[in-house]
């Protein structure tokens, strides 16, 4: 059983569409994140819900919008896409939003933006 | 600020040799996790190993243990006996328990482990 799914696995699209990436997990956390992976391999944190509440919202722009429709989902949703928005899309979930509990992630998102 | 430091980029270890992945990091937080995470190149992420800053033990996962050195804000990952599928990228991380950096994961760059034959 997937513990923490994203789709699509990949997506190509044209610069300035709008585009979402869906996240869910089965593990009953309460905490739910999306971290921005670029070309370069460096991992960094965009925003954090915990039980639908927005927690942590990095300087991202914002075209980029996340929702909590319940705890197991958090979707991404990115306006105007920009070239520079190409990168490795990974959502993460764990027990709490603590510092003791591992993050576990997703098969990540490829986004190429044209 | 949290920071966290890999300055290895690339490392080459023979099959069934240990090696050590070093990490460092830099936090005023008196409360932290520190965490690795493996990524071959399939594209995961998984983890690998946990410690907390007031455990007094390194800890250990089957092959994998942490070179805890609080002091020395060190973190280093130690691999036992070398698998080829072992080969990826690794990453350091660290949960901050303060107020403005509790839950975030701060990660290093990474160092990617070659093991050969």
């Known amino acids: 059983d997937t513990a923490v799914s994203q789709t699509p696995k990949y997506l190509v699209t044209q610069m300035g569409n709008d585009k979402s990436i869906k996240c869910e997990q089965n593990?009953?956390?309460?905490?739910m994140y999306w971290y921005k992976q670029d070309s370069k391999k460096f991992l960094k944190i965009m925003f954090s819900?915990?039980?639908?509440?927005?927690?942590i919202n990095e300087t991202v722009p914002n075209r980029f919008s996340p929702k909590s429709p319940d705890k197991a989902h958090l979707n991404l949703h990115i306006n105007s896409l920009e070239l520079g928005d190409s990168a490795v899309y990974f959502c993460?979930?764990?027990?709490?939003?603590?510092?003791?509990?591992?993050?576990?992630f997703g098969p990540g998102t490829r986004l190429t933006v044209l | 600020a949290q920071k966290i430091t890999q300055t290895q980029p690339g490392m080459f270890v023979q099959e069934k040799e240990a090696v050590t992945l070093d990490c460092t990091y830099d936090?005023?937080?008196?409360?932290?996790?520190l965490f690795w995470y493996k990524q071959p190149s399939s594209g995961e992420m998984i983890f690998l190993i946990y410690?907390?800053?007031?455990?007094?033990q390194n800890a250990t996962e089957g092959r994998y243990s942490l070179n805890f050195q609080k002091a020395r804000k060190s973190a280093n990952l130690v691999i036992s006996a070398s698998q080829l599928g072992d080969s990826a990228m690794y990453f350091c991380a660290m949960a901050g328990g303060g107020g403005s950096t509790l839950g975030r994961l701060y990660f290093g760059r990474g160092t990617q482990l070659t093991v050969w034959p």
């Open positions: 936090t005023s937080d008196q409360s932290y996790g």
């Open positions: 993460a979930s764990s027990q709490t939003s603590g510092i003791y509990n591992e993050q576990f």
């Open positions: 819900y915990n039980n639908k509440e927005l927690i």
């Open positions: 593990l009953g956390h309460d905490t």
């Open positions: 410690q907390g800053s007031y455990d007094e």
